[in-house]
């Protein structure tokens, strides 16, 4: 079965920093990862995703994630964080292949920046 | 609309009662799937639809639970004899075929049971 762990409750970070929000997944074979952003009341919005390929994915808003499969992480980043990017993140994976088409998500890290 | 539609955005029932969430996914979206998030937690799988079959309803908590698909397209999650411990927020989401399709998912439906 796959999972994902998200160690960080809480990030803060200043506007205008860079920030890094961690994601670490465990699944067989070649994963297919994603990120989503949930802001309050609302249902998630997609960011981005890793298929295959180069290892750095771009995604909405700015945000770009790295793929790194010896570490079995899939960290979200933003070079400059903006105040509105605070907001609730979950990384998520999917098996590459099989029935299970579901995503399983991670617990969460609630993203501040402080301005 | 070009999103995922969910109806009702609020739903308050009382212990025991019977209630019924809708999903009205992006048009063409063959695959459908149900999932439940508490208050500061991921959201948790429920059910998957492929076309109008369960294709995985390993999600669903007990036989209280019960979600079809009739015709491909909206859905209707079931929850009989409702307890204060299924209140959480019901989300559904599309996507369209292969893998790596992300899913996009709807406001949610908030089910409170008092």
């Known amino acids: 079965a796959q999972s994902v762990a998200q160690p960080e409750d809480q990030v803060n970070v200043a506007e205008g920093n860079p920030l890094t929000v961690k994601c670490t997944y465990s699944?067989?074979?070649?994963?297919?990862l994603f990120w989503y952003v949930q802001y309050p009341n609302r249902g998630l919005q997609f960011l981005l995703k890793y298929i295959t390929g180069d290892n750095l994915v771009k995604g909405s808003y700015g945000f770009e994630a790295e793929f790194n499969k010896s570490q079995t992480s899939f960290h979200l980043k933003k070079p400059s964080a903006l105040v509105s990017d605070s907001a609730l993140y979950f990384c998520?994976?999917?098996?590459?292949?099989?029935?299970?088409?579901?995503?399983?998500f991670g617990s969460g890290t609630q993203l501040t920046v402080l301005p | 609309g070009a999103g995922v539609s969910q109806t009702p955005s609020n739903k308050v029932t009382e212990k025991g009662k019977y209630v019924e969430l809708r999903c009205d996914p992006i048009?063409?979206?063959?695959?459908l799937y149900w999932y439940r998030q508490s208050l500061g937690q991921g959201p948790e799988f429920l059910i998957y639809?492929?076309?109008?079959?369960?294709?995985?309803d390993s999600g669903l908590p007990n036989d209280r639970f019960f979600a079809v698909r009739p015709e491909g397209s909206v859905s209707t999650l079931k929850i009989q004899r409702t307890e204060r411990g299924d209140s959480a927020v019901y989300l559904c989401?599309?996507?369209?075929?292969?893998?790596?399709?992300?899913?996009?998912f709807g406001q949610g439906t908030r089910l409170t049971v008092v």
């Open positions: 699944v067989s074979g070649n994963p297919y």
């Open positions: 998520a994976v999917r098996p590459p292949s099989g029935s299970a088409r579901q995503l399983t």
């Open positions: 048009s063409g979206h063959t695959a």
């Open positions: 989401a599309s996507s369209s075929q292969g893998q790596g399709a992300e899913a996009f």
């Open positions: 639809f492929q076309g109008t079959g369960a294709a995985d």
